[in-house]
């Protein structure tokens, strides 16, 4: 195996797991928007945290779609989302009572997919759509 093929497969292996990560970021996506609305209507807590619920309802998804295009700018809005949703945990870690865990999940798994994203995009990953040669 010469030193060529060996890079071409390495490509390709970080191509299948950005692609398994904007996947596992777009299944993670469709649940928010279905239930955003429910968690609107029995709100009881601080504005900031129901803020980054809402935010976050409607930005997994398209974001994780739009990282097949352009991941750069999916990182951005996704470390965005990160940000708001990691203050938003912070402030409700003084109420343990105001989140329970599939509220703590929703928030908690994008700042995780965040993450990865950016690590992918500072390693200079291919991209999900790049052709490989």
Known sequence: MNEQTGIEEKARLQQYWLRVVLTIGMLWGTMPPITIGFVILNWKGPSLVLAA???NAFT???????AFWHRRTACVWLSMNAVLAVAALAVAAGR????????IAALAGPVILACALDFMQIKGWPGALDRLQ
């Open 53 to 55: 619920l809402v935010f």
């Open 60 to 66: 997994v998804l398209p974001a994780s779609v739009l």
């Open 96 to 103: 343990p009572q105001l989140l329970d865990v599939p509220e």
